[in-house]
């Protein structure tokens, strides 16, 4: 049996009921509420659609850069998944906690600060309290891409400034990549 929309009380059958039941409710009282209710609770999901575009506004290129960096992080943990530490090899078997690590520091080569392949999983104690275990680091990095690829790594531009724009494309991008590899249980 249907059940009025407002009440929940259950309602007659279709084919002899009132035109007033067959719209889902037990009385014009309770449609009345139930629009009024639906139309108080658009107007604060419109609210709040606005005051958090206000709040996106006005936020600094910096702010914006460093959610995206919280994103690529995200990403990186998400890709890495089930990976020993790209220093020291110490196993992804949830007893320590994990980082996202750069090859080279944000600070020393800002031009590959949300680039992929500079940032690999690693365990808590080489990212912070070994600044990166970096000769380690450089090791696995040459077997697993060849001395080339950590040629250019280390040879790549200083610093880049990105734009606004490009921070705003990257984060939509890394919360889809985020969002797919979640989907897909790896």
Not at 6 to 33: D, T, W
Not at 113 to 121: G, V
Not at 124 to 141: D, F, P, V
């Amino acid at each position: 049996m249907r059940k009025c929309r407002y009440c929940k009380v259950e309602l007659p059958k279709a084919k002899n009921s009132k035109p007033i039941e067959r719209h889902g409710f037990c009385s014009y009282e309770h449609m009345a509420q139930y629009g009024h209710e639906k139309a108080v609770e658009l107007q604060e999901k419109a609210k709040r659609k606005e005051v958090r575009q206000a709040k996106e506004r006005i936020k600094t290129k910096a702010q914006h850069a460093r959610e995206l960096q919280t994103l690529v992080n995200k990403y990186i943990r998400l890709r890495d998944q089930g990976r020993p530490c790209i220093s020291c090899e110490k196993p992804d078997d949830g007893s320590h906690q994990r980082h996202a690590s750069h090859y080279r520091s944000v600070g020393a080569c800002s031009s590959l600060r949300f680039n992929t392949l500079n940032i690999h999983a690693s365990c808590a104690q080489c990212n912070s309290h070994k600044s990166g275990n970096i000769l380690e680091y450089r090791i696995r990095l040459i077997r697993m891409f060849g001395e080339a690829f950590v040629d250019r790594l280390e040879c790549a531009p200083k610093s880049q400034a990105y734009s606004l724009e490009w921070i705003g494309r990257a984060k939509k991008i890394f919360r889809k990549r985020c969002k797919t590899i979640k989907r897909a249980g790896l």
